[in-house]
Nanobody, 132 residues
Framework: QLQLVESGGGLVQPGGSLRLSCVVS????????IGWFRQAPGQEREVVSC????????NHANSVKGRFTISRDNAKNTVYLQMNSLKPEDTALYYC?????????????????????????WGQGTQVTVSS
C-alpha cells in the first residue's frame, strides 16, 4: 500500500518562498508519477504540478509557471515543490498524489496531467497561507 506524507507548509508573506516535501513509502517510487494539487476553501481541487516516475517529464499549471518547480529524489523517496514569488491566491491546502505508470505508457507528459479523480493515492495535505 502506497503512503504519502506532505510537509513544509506554513504562513509566508507575499513574495516569499516555501518548499513542500512529499515522502512516498510502501512501494518503489520510481513506478509512480507524482502530482501536487491544491484546494482552497469553496473551490475545486486543481492540479499544480506533476512529474514522471523518473523525473524526466514535468509540467506546471499556467498559474504557477515560472514560480513553482517540481523535482524528485527517488533515492530519498521524496518529491519536492519549490514555490517562489508566492501570492495570496496561492493560499490553499496542498496535497501530493501518486499514479502508477504502466510499462510503455506515459501517464504524465510535458503538457498533460490527469485530473484529480484519476489519482488513487493521496496524502493528508499541508496548509500554505500567503498573507501579510
Amino acid at each position: 500500500q502506497l503512503q504519502l506524507v506532505e510537509s513544509g507548509g506554513g504562513l509566508v508573506q507575499p513574495g516569499g518562498s516555501l518548499r513542500l516535501s512529499c515522502v512516498v513509502s510502501g512501494l518503489p517510487p520510481d513506478f509512480y508519477a507524482i502530482g501536487w494539487f491544491r484546494q482552497a476553501p469553496g473551490q475545486e481541487r486543481e492540479v499544480v504540478s506533476c512529474i514522471s516516475p523518473r523525473g524526466e517529464l514535468t509540467n506546471h499549471a499556467n498559474s504557477v509557471k515560472g514560480r513553482f518547480t517540481i523535482s524528485r529524489d527517488n533515492a530519498k523517496n521524496t518529491v519536492y515543490l519549490q514555490m517562489n514569488s508566492l501570492k495570496p491566491e496561492d493560499t490553499a491546502l496542498y496535497y501530493c498524489a501518486a499514479l502508477e505508470e504502466p510499462i510503455g505508457v506515459l501517464v504524465v507528459t510535458a503538457t498533460y496531467t490527469p485530473p484529480p479523480d484519476k489519482w488513487p493515492y493521496w496524502g493528508q495535505g499541508t496548509q500554505v497561507t500567503v498573507s501579510s
